[in-house]
């Protein structure tokens, strides 16, 4: 499976910015996706994940009310629509499939490259 990222950029505090994965190659029906980021010097964490539809979202709290992740599983592709973004929302974002718990922390089996959101404040 590979995972591209899309969709990163600068805006300012406030602003928003969709980003989108598409996935390719040896796709598997409704496979749980999602977004991790890491900041500098922080640790890696998820952001929001779905499963099959968006009933199944889980979102971090720090992004709750702010983040909608959705799926488009013609396209193999799922979206994460970012409002209201703070400067803390500022990370390089990872697009992740077949996410698995390790030890009481969230990883995936697959990954794409990473985006940089950046947020001026």
């Known amino acids: 499976v590979q995972l591209q990222a899309f969709g990163g950029g600068l805006v300012q505090a406030g602003g928003s910015l969709r980003l989108s994965c598409a996935a390719s190659g040896r796709t598997f029906s409704r496979p749980n996706m999602g977004w991790f980021r890491q900041a500098p010097g922080q640790e890696r964490e998820l952001v929001s994940s779905?499963?099959?539809?968006?009933?199944?979202?889980y979102y971090a709290d720090s992004v709750k009310g702010r983040f909608t992740i959705s799926r488009d599983n013609a396209k193999n592709t799922v979206y994460l629509q970012m409002n209201n973004l703070k400067p803390e929302d500022m990370a390089l974002y990872y697009c992740?499939?077949?996410?698995?718990?390790?030890?009481?922390?969230?990883?995936?089996?697959?990954w794409g490259q990473g985006t940089q959101v950046t947020v001026s404040s």
């Open positions: 779905i499963g099959s539809n968006e009933a199944s979202a």
């Open positions: 992740a499939a077949d996410l698995t718990l390790v030890r009481g922390t969230w990883s995936a089996n697959y």
